[in-house]
């Protein structure tokens, strides 16, 4: 018999597109911005939640390279939104021993929110308790575009070999390669794409859509996605 691999009921690794906010905040007539601090509201129940049911690393998608578009009043509404998520949860992070860390292109924030969230991932560097990672002015073909140019000048300077360049050269260039893949990934709000999120590193993840806004997306919903995760059978690509 041939074996097959087994998954373990609690995913070490959950990614999450946190989509719905403006339709939640547009169906109580409200802006935007409305929703995305019931949105903040909903983070700090997930990530309670991971705590509780064991789960090692979030990663959430909290803007996205595509979002700079938006409206300037809501990118810096969002702005901001992630200045008082760190002021006032900061003491949450100590309290369990989470590290938070961000993966995108930090140099694109503002300076404010930029010393800010230096500051926290520098207070909070040595636990080891669990990961926040917080996708901010991230995209996946970013990622991988800026892993192929950090490749390129490698070649180019001799310190490495064309040949030499395999997935593992790749893997190791992204924005964190010390962080394990995502075991499963979640998308609020009914949308069943994955809107340049974290492309290489989702290949093996199981998927999880709901439509679900994410202001309603609280540690009920979480259990129940996790209850679902655990009914998956991942093979790898092993024949069953
Ligand atoms: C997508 O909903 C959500 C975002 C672009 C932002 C996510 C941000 C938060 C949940 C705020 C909390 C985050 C931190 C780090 C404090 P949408 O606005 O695209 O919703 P829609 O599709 O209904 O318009």
């Not at 983070?43 to 049911?53: E, G, K, S, T």
């Not at 390669?177 to 794409?193: K, L, Y």
Request: glycine content about 6%; proline content about 5%.
């Amino acid at each position: 018999m041939r074996a097959v691999a087994s998954t373990p009921a609690i995913p070490r690794h959950v990614a999450i597109i946190m989509d719905g906010n403006g339709r939640w905040a547009k169906k109580r007539m409200q802006p935007r911005l409305f929703g995305h601090r019931a949105g903040a509201e909903s983070l700090r129940a997930v990530l309670r939640a991971c705590r509780d049911h064991g789960v090692e690393f979030l990663t959430v998608y909290a803007f996205s390279t595509e979002n700079w578009v938006r409206p300037e009043d809501e990118v810096s509404g969002l702005m901001s939104l992630l200045k008082t998520f760190l002021k006032k949860d900061e003491h949450e992070l100590h309290e369990n021993q989470v590290r938070l860390r961000v993966t995108g292109r930090i140099r694109d924030l503002p300076e404010a929110v930029r010393t800010e969230l230096e500051r926290v991932m520098a207070a909070t560097r040595a636990y080891t308790q669990g990961q926040l990672i917080l996708a901010l002015s991230y995209g996946g073909r970013a990622e991988i575009a800026d892993a192929v140019q950090a490749i390129a000048w490698e070649v180019k300077e001799g310190g490495l070999l064309p040949d030499a360049v395999d997935e593992a050269t790749i893997a190791q260039r992204l924005y964190l390669p010390d962080v394990p893949d995502p075991d499963f990934m979640i998308r609020t709000s009914g949308e069943c794409r994955l809107s340049n999120f974290l492309l290489w590193e989702l290949s093996y993840a199981e998927f999880y859509f709901t439509d679900t806004l994410w202001p309603d997306f609280r540690e009920k919903e979480f259990a129940k996605a996790l209850e679902e995760y655990a009914r998956r059978q991942r093979r790898y690509g092993a024949p069953s």
